[in-house]
T-cell receptor, first 113, second 116 residues
Framework: GEDVEQSLFLSVREGDSSVINCTYT??????LYWYKQEPGAGLQLLTY?????DMKQDQRLTVLLNKKDKHLSLRIADTQTGDSAIYFC?????????????FGSGTRLSIRP | DAGVTQSPTHLIKTRGQQVTLRCSPKSGHDTVSWYQQALGQGPQFIFQ???????QRGNFPDRFSGHQFPNYSSELNVNALLLGDSALYLC???????????????FGPGTRLTVL
């Protein structure tokens, strides 16, 4: 079946690293994504990883993929107040050239001073 | 480049009514997908339009229908509205064959629909 699961809340201190975890179920997923949603705004694609990779780094963001366990994580280094948002893990199942994206329920990241 | 635009921003309807939401894709994009995001949930795929045809559909009843126009813009129609249809409706556009992040979908800001 199609299901993406992630924890609902995460609170970190400003300047610390944030790690958001996610599990997915479709082993045929080709791309895995992290989206950011700020209040009143649409979804912004933060980063993505192709299924044949196990790590991707993009400035403060590091994505780790464990395909065997179907586990994806997003690490945000030096977390800032502007990182407060809801983060969605998502997968692109199968090998369609343009297909539906399956989203998790989102992790709300809050930053404490 | 205006990105993906949606109208209206907010809408209030009553049960049993019909609603039409509109989406203009990012310039150069040819594919439009619609998602429903209930409060506190992640977006759920409704359907996708390409070349003016519905190409893929999620688990939504026939009350949800859509259309894509020759200029690639799209409408989402919902008939016989239920209270449970209250949600943020997101439109995303992409370009078939663009490669990259699986034909990256760019999202609009959404239309907030409230059904009373």
């Amino acid at each position: 079946g199609e299901d993406v699961e992630q924890s609902l809340f995460l609170s970190v201190r400003e300047g610390d690293s944030s790690v958001i975890n996610c599990t997915y179920t479709d082993s045929s997923s080709t791309y895995l994504y992290w989206y950011k949603q700020e209040p009143g705004a649409g979804l912004q694609l933060l980063t993505y990883i192709f299924s044949n990779m196990d790590m991707k780094q993009d400035q403060r963001l590091t994505v780790l993929l464990n395909k065997k366990d179907k586990h994806l994580s997003l690490r945000i280094a030096d977390t800032q107040t502007g990182d407060s948002a809801i983060y969605f893990c998502a997968e692109l199942p199968g090998y369609s050239s343009a297909s539906k994206i399956i989203f998790g329920s989102g992790t709300r990241l809050s930053i404490r001073p | 480049d205006a990105g993906v635009t949606q109208s209206p921003t907010h809408l209030i309807k009553t049960r049993g009514q019909q609603v039409t939401l509109r989406c203009s894709p990012k310039s150069g994009h040819d594919t439009v997908s619609w998602y429903q995001q209930a409060l506190g949930q992640g977006p759920q795929f409704i359907f996708q339009y390409y070349e003016e045809e519905e190409r893929q559909r999620g688990n939504f009843p026939d009350r949800f229908s859509g259309h894509q126009f020759p200029n690639y813009s799209s409408e989402l129609n919902v008939n016989a509205l239920l209270l449970g249809d209250s949600a943020l409706y997101l439109c995303a556009s992409s370009l078939v064959g663009s490669g990259g992040a699986g034909n990256e979908q760019f999202f609009g800001p959404g239309t907030r629909l409230t059904v009373l």
